[in-house]
């Protein structure tokens, strides 16, 4: 599976990042980066919530991955327009916007397919990744998933959780990493496009803790089942 991202800036330069996926389990092709770098070292701002032993993990996954896109934006403010154009397999979607909204779904598609053990639990939404998605349709893509994953715990003899008791905590985490990964990112001298476009992420991980206007707003589309 392959993901491009495009970048054309209005004085003609353009970022182009080519994002190779397995095709069985959605995880990330290593992107090039100077592993004599110590900002991706995993003990660098290591994630409160990482399970990785910095005796047998010398990396972290994301900022390994995540690197190579941060250094190619450093000198770049937020505010900058772009066209970003996001091409797949199956189709091509473009948006006229600011820099850091067209860099922040690609630094989410990053961080849940690079391989770290909290966030590999959003690998499954590359499936259908959607880029410049809003809040209900983030909602929407996320809910459906943590469902799906838990028919497929059933059926595998495992607990489920159909009341979703546990879906809010999955995305307290990703705030706590989040929170890592800003302490990373202000090492990085430059501009604010970067961290910026995080905060973008940050305020999208806020979302799993829907409230019950949501599942208003969610339940005519299912009237269907409802009423049989």
Sequence with gaps: MKIKYEYFFEDNLLESFDLNLDDTDLLLEPLPVNEKDSWIRLEFHQCEECPLDTGTHKYCPVARNLLYVLLRFKDNFSYD???????????????????????????GLIMATSGCPVLDRFRPMVFTHLPFADENETIYRAVSTYLLAQYLKEKAGKEADWKLEKFQDMYARIEKINNSFFKRFRVIEGKDANVNALIILDIFAKLGTFSDSWLAFAKPLFSAFLND
């Design 81 to 107: 327009r772009v066209l970003t154009r996001v091409t797949t397999g199956s189709r091509r979607v473009e948006k006229e916007n600011s820099l850091q909204e067209g860099l922040s779904p690609l630094m």
